[in-house]
């Protein structure tokens, strides 16, 4: 899965001087050392996962893929990344909204608590749900006199997987938006817009790229999320399995193919998220360089 | 429309950035707010804009108290320093945001908003780039697609920040006439933020010079710069030469010498004689005069510049000669300012 780390190598299109490149042998072998590395760790397991799922052949594949418990598997992963995505859109674009256009007190603090979900391991993010909605935790009582299921059922996973991607959307933002300033904004003001009109036709174009960036990083990591959902979930099959859960109870069951089945799907997401990461890199780069023209 | 500023003040976190500022701006006259960095006019373009509002004071467009008035209610066009064009945008959009953003009948219709598109931009003289965006513009293009943009709402007011800042020296002479032209032909009420003198004197109207968050000055370019009223303004405007002299019994003093000025008005004490270099008298005999030695002589494009060390104090002034003036080649030289001003030594 595409983590946070991959994108502080974003394209810098800057000309190497002679001076700083290494001696040719020196190349070649810091070149060799990375391609091996990456063949080793990440071309290779995703050769075999491919490999693994076919090995049974194709329509063995492809029971495993339609299986009921397979399908609500995908189903759920598929809503929760429809609900999660979107509300940290909103939430996102808000932090980085706040953070880059306004001054106030505690701004510092909103900015290290916005990283927190990536400084945290995901286990303790679903921890604090279940220390919070649990039967015996914080608000327990309450939810269960009112009726409300929130542990072991789609909201609780919903609630993780919002709090472990809440980064990726205000953290592209953030530096763009600063970046930008609020003379745009300023400008449509002055030309009479209200404040939603500066937000749709003004800021939101300025940071498209950027946003759905983001919000490519945001989904490929909801619909990847294994731990926080893991300790929420309570993994009752047909219900509370998103794939990355099927993947590991399949596995766990000695069914290889049918686990490397359903991993491949996450693989494949991984791809295309990475491709169309990479084309986004391309244009929004090229933006990005329109816009240190002005 | 008349704009009146009626003793505004404003702070940033306690820290003032103008105290107590009142200025009177005429109904279609050119103003140019003129101060080195931090002098507050920036900040006072913002107020007058709605872009910030004042700590205290009032703010009246006409006989309207615009103080409490949002930026879109108060109708002002507004140029920024880096034109701040929607980069997104063609040029034509740009131009018709203001419009679109209408709400209800004062709304035009698509075509209209482009038809006046065009005709703004025919007026500043960029016909045909309709479809062209921003970052496809030269800077001096931006900036005048940036006041058509402005002067598409029909503002009241038209303020612009350093609208040549980002230029360079040729455009820069370029779009300070066009501007002119442009202001002459729609008789907007304007008030430009610079830094530049040059570019104050020679467009404005009548400049406000300001200095450390208060104006110290406003009159026309001629007043400005013949009869400055502050030592700050003699300083910032043109080159001006001091010296530190005495007054007494009406008389102005270096050391133990008068100097042949009477400043019978003045107060007696120390002061500060200002004059501009090439305001100067040669005289021949040193009867009341202030006479020096030639310290450094500078050849100054069609002038000579000299520098004189005046008295036992070593105290040394600019005056500007003739090129071929016998008095360059002396070593010693008197005169006299022909215009003056003291200003007592605090």
């Known amino acids: 899965m595409a983590d946070p780390e991959i994108k502080s190598y974003a394209p810098h299109h800057e000309s190497l001087s002679a001076a700083v490149t290494e001696s040719r042998p020196a190349k070649a072998v810091l070149m060799i050392v990375s391609f091996a590395f990456l063949g080793i760790f990440l071309l290779l397991p995703l050769i075999v996962v491919f490999n693994e799922a076919f090995a049974k052949g194709f329509s063995d594949y492809a029971d495993a893929l339609t299986s009921p418990d397979t399908r609500s598997a995908i189903y759920l992963t598929l809503l929760v990344a429809a609900i999660s995505v979107p509300l940290n859109i909103v939430f996102g674009v808000s932090a980085a909204w706040a953070i880059a256009k306004f001054e106030f007190k505690g701004k510092a603090f909103l900015t290290t608590l916005i990283d927190l979900p990536f400084s945290v391991s995901p286990v303790i993010s679903g921890l604090v749900y279940v220390l919070l909605f649990g039967a015996q935790g914080l608000l327990g009582a309450w939810l269960k006199a009112h009726g409300i299921v929130i542990l072991f059922a789609v909201p609780g996973i919903v609630l993780a997987t919002i709090f472990v991607t809440f980064p990726f959307v205000a953290r592209e933002l953030i530096p763009l938006m600063q970046e930008q300033g609020n003379g745009d904004e300023e400008a449509a003001l002055s030309l009479g817009a209200n404040g939603w009109q500066a937000f749709w036709y003004v800021t939101l174009p300025n940071v498209k790229w950027g946003l759905l960036y983001g919000v490519l990083l945001c989904n490929a990591r909801a619909m990847g999320e294994f731990g926080a959902v893991s300790v929420v979930s309570g993994h009752i099959r047909g219900l509370t399995n998103t794939m990355p859960l099927h993947v590991e109870i399949l596995y766990n069951e000695y069914n290889a193919a049918a686990a490397f089945a359903v991993a491949s799907l996450l693989a494949g997401l991984a791809l295309v998220t990475l491709v169309l990461k990479t084309l986004l890199e391309m244009r929004y780069g090229a933006e990005i360089a329109a816009t240190r023209g002005h | ?346």
């Open chain 2, 1 to 346: 429309m008349e704009v009146r500023v009626a003793n505004v003040r404003k702070e940033f976190e306690r820290f003032p950035a103008l105290h107590d500022v009142s200025l009177d701006i005429k109904s279609g006259e050119l103003i140019a707010l003129l101060g080195p960095s931090g002098s507050g006019k920036t900040t006072l373009l913002r107020l007058i804009a709605g872009l910030e509002r004042p700590t205290k004071g009032r703010i009246f467009f006409g006989e309207e108290d615009a103080s409490q008035k949002s930026i879109q209610e108060r109708n002002v066009g507004f140029v920024f320093q880096h034109y701040a064009l929607f980069r997104h945008m063609t040029v034509a959009d740009n131009i018709g945001f203001g419009l679109k953003v209408r709400h209800g009948p004062s709304r035009p219709s698509a075509q209209e908003i482009r038809r006046r598109a065009s005709e703004l931009l025919d007026l500043v003289q960029l016909s045909g780039l309709e479809k062209r965006y921003p970052a496809q513009l030269s800077g001096g293009q931006r900036q005048r697609v940036a006041l058509a943009r402005a002067m598409a709402i029909e503002p009241a007011v038209l303020l612009l920040d350093e609208p040549f800042g980002a230029l360079d020296a040729q455009v820069r002479r370029e779009l300070r006439r066009w501007l002119r032209e442009i202001h002459d032909a729609t008789g907007h009420t304007t008030v430009f933020v610079t830094h530049d003198q040059e570019e104050a004197l020679e467009l404005a109207d009548r400049v406000v010079v300001m200095s450390q968050g208060s104006i110290e000055q406003v009159g026309t370019a001629d007043e400005i710069y013949d009869t400055p009223n502050s030592p700050f303004v003699y300083g910032f405007i043109g080159e001006s030469s001091a010296l530190p002299v005495k007054v007494e019994d009406g008389q102005v003093w270096i050391a133990d010498r008068p100097i042949g000025l009477s400043a019978p008005h003045a107060p007696q004490g120390e002061a500060t004689l200002f004059f501009r270099p090439h305001d100067v008298e040669l005289v021949e005999e040193c009867n009341g005069c202030i006479a020096g030695t030639v310290a450094a002589s500078r050849r100054v494009a069609g002038t000579r510049r000299v520098e004189l060390e005046i008295g036992g104090e070593r105290q040394r002034v600019e005056i500007e000669l003739p090129v071929d003036h016998r008095a360059a080649q002396k070593s010693r030289v008197a005169f006299r300012p022909r215009r003056w001003k003291l200003f007592p030594t605090a």
